[in-house]
Structures are given as structure tokens and as C-alpha cells.
């Protein structure tokens, strides 16, 4: 499975944000952004006025490093999401919200998407009794994820389920049982990423 193997902090400093793609390291005096809160390079410092298409590219790379996709398989959402009726931008952002490793984020296993990603592959997680170690699954309406059996003894998974996260509308959990289930489709408001998903079809539309 191809993924990005650099630096991550270097990934926020190229977007000019905090990307929270560390978990709690980003909220610490230890973040490279709060540092050093500039572009990455020999160059990174000097200022540059982003054209439209800078501008566009500059959305799409932020998308796609917030929820740790790669160009192709990126790709491969937006012609999923235009084929689906409705706004092609927000069909697009419920797709990449309803992954698997997302959703395993978003109920508070994991304190990032990274380490959310991590943990689906390693096989922690049931979607509907069964095993999914596919961190792109696709989940659906009703479908419940739960913490194996096996998983839920360990003290990573005690700590998660001792520390609820505050859920999206969309979800629902029962940490004493250590699961979540997916009550209904994302709707725009509830997703909290920092996107302008407008600009991403306007640099697929070229």
C-alpha cells in the first residue's frame, strides 16, 4: 500500500495551518507550525502571491493530507462523487468522512487519523461483526464498528474508551460496549475540516 512516508509536520508548515495530523503533539509546544510558521525550504519564508490555480492546487493538497490519501486514489473520490447526485464538493467530503480509519477517528480511537489508519490495519476493528483491516473501507448507514475482543483488554483502548470524544451528529457510540455506529450521511455542517471544497471542483472542472 503506497503512503507518505516524509515529515509530517512539513505537511502543515506547506499549507500554512495546523493540520492536526500529529494528535496532541499539535496542541503542544513541540508543533513545528508554531515554530517555524512558514513554507518548508529555502524559500519557504520570502512571500508569494498564490494564483487561481495555486489557490485551487493549494485546497486539494490540504484535503488530501487531512485524511492521508494519495493523488490517484484522491482522484478516484471526486469522479466517485460527481457520478453521485447532488454538489460534487460535499459528495466528495462524505465520501473521505465515511472511510473507515475516519470514523474510527471521529469516534475517538485514535488521536489522530494516522494512528486511526494504524489501528484498522492492524486488525482492531469489527464493521458488523465481522473483521475489516482495510483502512479505505467504505462504511454505510447503520453499519456498527466495535473494538475486537481481544482488543479492548489492552490499555490503549481503555484510555480511549475512559475519554469520549464529542461525537458529529452523525455518529453515534457506546463506549462501554466500545463501539460506534453511523446513524446517517455526513451533512456539510458537520464536517469540521478546513476546506473550501468549491475550489477543488473548480481545478477538476479545468
Known amino acids: 500500500m503506497a503512503r507518505y512516508t516524509g515529515a509530517t509536520c512539513r505537511l502543515c508548515r506547506r499549507e500554512g495551518m495546523k493540520l492536526f495530523l500529529k494528535g496532541d503533539r499539535c496542541y503542544t509546544d513541540k508543533c513545528a ?81 494516522a494512528e486511526a489508519r494504524q489501528l484498522v490495519t492492524h486488525g482492531h476493528f469489527l464493521v458488523n461483526g465481522k473483521k475489516v483491516d482495510i483502512a479505505s473501507y467504505k462504511l454505510s448507514v447503520n453499519d ?21 470524544k464529542t461525537l458529529p451528529k452523525w455518529l453515534s457510540a457506546n463506549p462501554e460496549n466500545f463501539e460506534g455506529k453511523v446513524v446517517a450521511d ?4 458537520d464536517i469540521d475540516v478546513p476546506v473550501n471544497e468549491t475550489l477543488i471542483v473548480e481545478l477538476y472542472s479545468k
Open 33 to 113: 507550525f508554531a515554530r517555524r510558521g512558514y513554507a518548508p525550504g529555502q524559500h519557504g519564508q520570502s512571500k508569494k502571491k498564490l494564483s487561481n490555480y495555486g489557490t485551487q492546487l493549494r485546497e486539494k493538497q490540504k484535503a488530501k493530507r487531512i485524511y492521508g490519501v494519495l493523488e490517484k486514489q484522491f482522484r478516484t473520490y471526486y469522479e466517485r462523487a460527481e457520478r453521485i447526485r447532488g454538489i460534487s464538493g460535499e459528495n466528495l467530503l462524505r465520501l473521505l468522512e465515511m472511510r473507515l480509519d475516519n470514523v474510527v477517528f471521529r469516534l475517538g480511537y485514535g488521536n489522530s487519523r
Open 144 to 164: 456498527v464498528i466495535a473494538v475486537s475482543e481481544k482488543s479492548r483488554a489492552t490499555e490503549k483502548f481503555k484510555v480511549f474508551a475512559e475519554n469520549p
Open 186 to 189: 455526513p451533512a456539510r455542517e
